[in-house]
C-alpha cells in the first residue's frame, strides 16, 4: 500500500493546475483517499459487513463536501494552492495507517480461526419421511430431549446399544409413560413391545452393573494373585538359600570336626610312639636284671656251665616278659585308640544328627509356608474364575444388594423422574360401567332425514 506523498513545488506554484488536476480526480474517481479506503475495505470485508456500509457513507460525504467547496471556492492563485494542501492534508489524515491495516488483517484472521474451530452444531434429522432418526451429540440438548429422542429411535427398532448408561433412568421413565399411555388406551401390542424394551433396558444395565462389578473384583483378584505369585516365588528362593547356606555351614563344621579328630589322632599316635611312653612297656623285671648281673659276674669268673644256666634262664623269662608288656602294651593302646574313635564317632554323629535337625525344621518350616502360599493362589484363582462369570460371582457374593441394581435403572430411591417404574394405572369406574354411544342425529337435519328414510322400521 502506498502513502500519498505531500504536493511538491511546483504544484503549489501552479495552483490552477493542481486545481484542474484534482477536479479530474474527483470527477473521475481516482481520489487517492478513495483508492485506499475501498482496499481496506476489501480486507476488513471478511470480520464486518455493516463496516463496509458505514465506510462507504463517508466515501460518499467526503465526494460531496469536496465538490460544495470547489462549488463556493473559484480557483485563485494562493487561495486554491493553500486548499490544495489542506486538502492532501485531510486525504492524508483520512486515509487508514498501516499499523491500522495490520490490526483488521489481524482481526479479521482471528475471525477466521474462530469461526473454523467453532464445531458444526448437529441436529436430528431424518434420511427419509418416516426413516430412523439420527441423533448427535447436542450440547444444548437437554437430558429430557436426548432421552426422548433416544426412546424414539428405540421404538424404532434401533439396538438398545445407542443407550449409555446415564441416559437409563430418563428413557426407561419416557418409555414407561409412553406403554401407559398405550395401555390406557387399550394399545396392548405396543405396549406390549415397549414393555419388552424396557425390561431388555434394565437388564442390560443390570448385566452391565454386574460385569463391571466383576471386571473391578476380577482385576483386583488378579492383582492380588500376581502378587501371590512373586511371594511364592520369593519364599521358594529364600527356603532354597537359606538351605544351601545351612549345607555350606554344616559342611565348614564337618571339615572343622575333621580337622579336629585328625589334629587328635596324630596326638595319640605321637603319645604312643614316644620314648618316654616305651620305656614304660620296655623295663625289664627285678628277676631278670638280677640274672643279667649275675651272668656279667659268672662271665668274669669264667664260670662257664653256671653262665650257660644264667644265659637260659634270663633268655627265657626275657621272652616271657618281652611277650607279657607287649600284650599289655597292645590291649591299652587299643584300648585308648577304641575310646579316641569312639569319641569321634559320637562327636561326629552329634554334629550330623544337630545338622539333620536343623536343615528339616527349615524345610518342613519352608513346605508349611510354600504351601500356605499354594492354597492361597489357589483360593484366587478359584475366586477369579467366579468372577469371570459375573451372574455367578453376583449370585455368590452380592445376592443381597438387589437395591443397587434397582438405583441405578429406577433413580436413587426406587424412582424414575419422580415417578414410579411399576405404577398401577388408577380405575376409572365411569369408564368400567358405561358405553360409549355415539351421539343421536338430529331428525330436523339432512342427515337425519336421509337416515329416517334409509332406516326401514323393525316390524
Do not use: C
Request: proline fraction near 4%; avoid cysteine; charged fraction near 35%.
Amino acid at each position: 500500500m502506498t502513502e500519498i506523498e505531500p504536493p511538491e513545488e511546483d504544484k503549489v506554484l501552479n495552483p490552477e493546475e493542481n486545481q484542474s488536476d484534482q477536479n479530474a480526480q474527483i470527477d473521475e474517481g481516482e481520489n487517492p483517499a478513495n483508492d485506499e479506503k475501498p482496499k481496506v475495505e476489501n480486507e476488513s470485508q471478511e470480520i464486518n459487513i455493516s463496516s463496509q456500509n458505514e465506510q462507504q457513507a463517508n466515501d460518499k460525504e467526503q465526494k460531496v463536501e469536496n465538490e460544495s467547496q470547489e462549488i463556493n471556492n473559484p480557483p485563485q492563485k494562493d487561495s486554491q494552492a493553500n486548499d490544495s494542501i489542506d486538502q492532501n492534508n485531510e486525504i492524508k489524515e483520512n486515509s487508514p495507517h498501516p499499523q491500522e491495516i495490520d490490526q483488521i488483517e489481524s482481526r479479521s484472521s482471528s475471525t477466521k480461526s474462530e469461526s473454523s474451530s467453532k464445531p458444526k452444531k448437529k441436529e436430528i434429522f431424518e434420511t427419509q419421511p418416516n426413516g430412523p432418526v439420527y441423533l448427535s451429540n447436542n450440547p444444548r440438548e437437554t437430558p429430557e430431549e436426548r432421552a426422548e429422542s433416544l426412546a424414539k429411535r428405540l421404538l424404532n427398532n434401533e439396538d438398545i446399544s445407542i443407550v449409555e448408561p446415564p441416559d437409563v433412568v430418563n428413557v426407561v421413565s419416557y418409555l414407561s409413560e409412553y406403554r401407559d399411555k398405550h395401555l390406557k388406551n387399550h394399545n396392548v401390542n405396543e405396549g406390549e413391545r415397549t414393555e419388552n424394551i424396557i425390561q431388555k433396558l434394565q437388564q442390560e444395565r443390570k448385566n452391565s452393573i454386574k460385569s463391571q462389578i466383576a471386571q473391578e473384583r476380577a482385576a483386583d483378584i488378579q492383582k492380588r494373585l500376581n502378587e501371590a505369585n512373586d511371594q511364592l516365588n520369593n519364599l521358594q528362593q529364600r527356603v532354597n538359600g537359606t538351605l544351601e547356606s545351612l549345607q555350606i555351614e554344616n559342611q565348614r563344621n564337618l571339615d572343622k570336626l575333621s580337622k579336629k579328630h585328625q589334629t587328635e589322632m596324630d596326638n595319640f599316635l605321637s603319645k604312643w610312639q614316644s620314648e618316654r611312653n616305651m620305656k614304660k612297656y620296655a623295663r625289664a623285671s627285678t628277676a631278670l636284671r638280677q640274672i643279667r648281673a649275675q651272668s656279667i659276674l659268672l662271665m668274669n669268673q669264667k664260670r662257664f656251665d653256671e653262665l650257660r644256666k644264667a644265659d637260659m634262664l634270663a633268655s627265657n623269662l626275657e621272652k616271657i616278659e618281652t611277650e607279657e608288656m607287649s600284650r599289655k602294651m597292645s590291649l591299652e593302646y587299643e584300648g585308648q585308640l577304641k575310646n579316641l574313635n569312639d569319641k569321634h564317632q559320637h562327636e561326629l554323629t552329634i554334629l550330623k544328627m544337630a545338622q539333620n535337625r536343623r536343615l528339616s525344621e527349615v524345610q518342613a518350616a519352608g513346605e508349611r509356608a510354600t504351601e500356605a502360599q499354594k492354597k492361597r493362589i489357589a483360593n484366587l484363582e478359584h475366586e477369579l474364575e467366579v468372577a469371570n462369570d459375573f451372574d455367578k460371582f453376583w449370585n455368590i457374593y452380592h445376592r443381597n444388594e438387589a437395591g443397587l441394581l434397582s438405583r441405578a435403572t429406577m433413580g436413587q430411591k426406587g424412582e424414575m423422574s419422580k415417578r414410579k417404574r411399576n405404577a398401577t394405572i388408577t380405575m376409572n369406574l365411569k369408564t368400567i360401567n358405561t358405553l360409549k354411544l355415539p351421539p343421536l342425529v338430529d331428525p330436523r337435519s339432512k342427515k337425519g332425514r336421509s337416515k329416517s328414510q334409509v332406516v326401514s322400521p323393525i316390524k
